[in-house]
């Protein structure tokens, strides 16, 4: 298999590649992508431009020698190591060229017309090589592992969580956004979201969907749900499908499987894993103990 990236056009040279997609998702029509996969070869060039911006994660092994240029400057000149971050906005230009390379990395492409301010920002930035951040390494690493499992995140979540890689992206080029405070959502606003979240909640739900129910842009309604709620909206309504399934576990012996398609889990897996780290216990423990006939 070629290492070629999902999106975007341009040249590639690679000898000796032994290449193998591990896993890959996408959100929202493909405006969020997560692609992990492993490359190994004994050398590559690379001439590449893309419509998404995109953050890569160098999860294990390395190269021996790693070079980026773009617009005719030196970017960096070193080698790839474990840890290691790069960022490369929409339609920017890369040159790179890889030496002794076997590595796993982790990739999020984001559309710069996703909607989200957060990642707004993020047209302006240069390209990024080789920084540092515990904090997307760690969001990176929690959706892979998710997904490894067969557990595809809901679409709330997933933009939840490039919104806060693009604030990190954004910080490790310095760029200071002002704080600003966000009052609390009027009480009919939020028995409207909840209506709505109570009448979809067996769809995928995004956070675009709830800000347009409250008619507000979506960086605004989710600091103004979470100044309100204490929960940002992706793990809102995760909790009510957790809520509606221990009701649903109490009051009927439907099928722990029926149970997880009608509170919105993609499997009975995905259910039992979400269940057991909110709740401290399985479904099936807890309609043991909490049914009307215990």
């Given at each position: 298999m070629s290492f070629r990236p999902l999106l975007g056009d341009g040249r590639i040279?690679?000898?000796?590649?032994r290449s193998e997609a591990i896993q890959t998702a996408s959100w929202i029509g493909s405006s969020i992508i997560f692609d992990n996969r492993r490359w190994a070869c004994r050398d590559a060039e690379l001439r590449w431009t893309a419509p998404h911006h995109l953050i890569v994660l160098t999860e294990d092994g390395g190269t021996s020698e790693t070079s980026i240029r773009s617009e005719g400057k030196s970017l960096y000149d070193g080698r790839d190591r474990p840890g290691n971050l790069t960022f490369v906005p929409a339609g920017?230009?890369?040159?790179?060229y890889y030496r002794d390379v076997d590595l796993s990395y982790s990739a999020l492409w984001i559309d710069p017309d996703l909607g989200l301010p957060e990642c707004e920002r993020l047209r302006d930035m240069p390209i990024l090589v080789n920084k540092s951040d515990s904090v997307i390494a760690a969001l990176l690493g929690s959706l892979r592992d998710e997904i490894a499992?067969?557990?595809k995140p809901d679409t709330a979540y997933v933009e939840h969580l490039a919104a806060l890689v693009s604030l990190r992206?954004?910080?490790?080029?310095?760029v200071q956004t002002p704080a600003v405070r966000h009052g609390h959502l009027s009480r009919r606003m939020l028995a409207r979201i909840r209506d709505y979240i109570d009448a979809n909640l067996t769809s995928d739900i995004s956070l675009t969907e709830l800000a347009a129910v409250a008619g507000m842009a979506v960086d605004n309604f989710a600091r103004r749900f979470k100044t309100t709620t204490g929960l940002a909206p992706y793990a809102y309504v995760i909790e009510?499908?957790?809520?509606r399934a221990e009701m649903l576990?109490?009051?009927t012996d439907m099928l722990l499987s029926a149970i997880a398609f009608?509170?919105?889990f993609s499997s009975q897996s995905h259910f039992t894993a979400t269940f057991r780290r909110l709740r401290r216990m399985t479904p099936r423990v807890y309609r043991t103990h909490f049914s009307p006939e215990s």
């Open positions: 040279r690679a000898r000796e590649e920017a230009e890369r040159l790179g499992l067969g557990h992206v954004a910080a490790l080029n310095r009510e499908r957790i809520r576990l109490r009051e009608r509170c919105g």
